[in-house]
């Protein structure tokens, strides 16, 4: 029996929708959990509002900022703290990035979108629509940048904005930088995490 075409591609883009959301809602949650987490710490509700509005509008900033903390400080993992402590905390460095790469897709999906439906481009021309996105990506996230850190009083000097250019570019080489400084780092604890782990269970078993 032969399944026809239509009824395949119906399948097809109904499985892309329902894997497309399934992912927008997890990252949703994850965005709202790091604001909450970020609110109890500073045991304040404003950092909720300004976390949330700092990760849509500074996704390319957020990354860089998180991926140097890496490399400054290290992966948080403790000795001295419990293994659900730790996980926890490894668990918050992977979901930052994860969240902060969804919403630089989440732009360039929307932008692509507006390219590939408007005057600029012929629906069909990749390249164009693909090129125009990359552009407006870069300038938009220039823009909030350069807004918010006016708005913080960070800029004092040319050299400032000049920095502030190579953000949209650099913050992926530092991320880079950071995911093999945190894979080493894993790998290097390793051990004591399977040592915390086999204590955990031999506990939980007497």
Known sequence: MTIP??????????????????????????????????????????PIITSLGQQFFLATKNLQTSSQ?????????????SLLKNI??????????????FII??????LYYLFSHSFFSQQGQFFISFSLSLVAF?????LFILVNEAI??????????????????????????A?????????????ILSDKLNLNITNLTK
Not at 69 to 81: E, H, S
Not at 138 to 142: A, F
Not at 154 to 172: E, T
Not at 179 to 191: E, G, T
């Open 152 to 177: 913080l009083h960070n800029i004092n000097s040319i050299g400032d904005v000049s920095k502030i250019l190579f953000i949209p570019i650099s913050c992926f080489i530092v991320f880079v930088k």
């Open 5 to 46: 075409t239509q009824m395949v591609t119906t399948s097809a883009f109904s499985l892309k929708n329902v894997l497309f959301y399934g992912i927008l809602f997890f990252a949703l949650f994850l965005i709202l959990f790091q604001a909450i987490d970020q609110s109890i710490q500073e045991k304040s509700f404003t």
């Open 69 to 81: 903390q890496i490399l400054d400080r290290g992966v948080p993992f403790d000795n001295n703290l």
């Open 105 to 110: 897709y989440l732009w360039f999906k929307i």
């Open 88 to 101: 926890y905390n490894i668990f918050l460095v992977f979901s930052t990035f994860f969240t902060t790469f």
């Open 138 to 142: 870069y300038v938009l996230n220039i």
């Open 179 to 191: 995911s093999y400084f945190i894979l080493k780092s894993l790998a290097s604890h390793m051990p």
